[in-house]
Nanobody, 123 residues
Framework: QVQLVESGGGLVQAGGSLRLSCAASGRTSSSYAMGWFRQAPGKEREFVAA????????YYADSVKGRFTISRDNAKNTVYLQMNSLKPEDTAVYYC????????????????WGQGTQVTVSS
């Protein structure tokens, strides 16, 4: 079992920045990739970014490429999502997730999920 707890969400004006954190506990001795997803009201959960265990391979949704950066500190069992140049359409609940195998993009490939943190971007 892996427990994930997100933090760092909040209210920010358009053009601003936020950094989300996701702390993992439990089965952290295993190698797992991490992903960030988001879900806006009335919409399906969508892929935002993912990072391999080694941190070498990063993947981004086209909508956030160049604005968001995913990183991880395995010594702290923490993954981060730095979000810059935020737009109102980035408003959503952001979830971190962990997986041990499979593709990086579909939510169903992920084995463990955090409870989510709200990000609201005002225009």
């Amino acid at each position: 079992q892996v427990q994930l707890v997100e933090s760092g969400g909040g209210l920010v004006q358009a053009g601003g920045s936020l950094r989300l954190s996701c702390a993992a506990s439990g089965r952290t001795s295993s190698s797992y990739a991490m992903g960030w997803f988001r879900q806006a009201p009335g919409k399906e959960r969508e892929f935002v970014a993912a990072l391999s265990w080694s941190g070498v391979n990063a993947y981004y949704a086209d909508s956030v490429k160049g604005r968001f950066t995913i990183s991880r500190d395995n010594a702290k069992n923490t993954v981060y999502l730095q979000m810059n140049s935020l737009k109102p359409e980035d408003t959503a609940v952001y979830y971190c997730a962990a997986k041990f195998s499979g593709s990086y993009y579909p939510p169903y490939e992920y084995d463990y999920w955090g409870q989510g943190t709200q990000v609201t971007v005002s225009s």
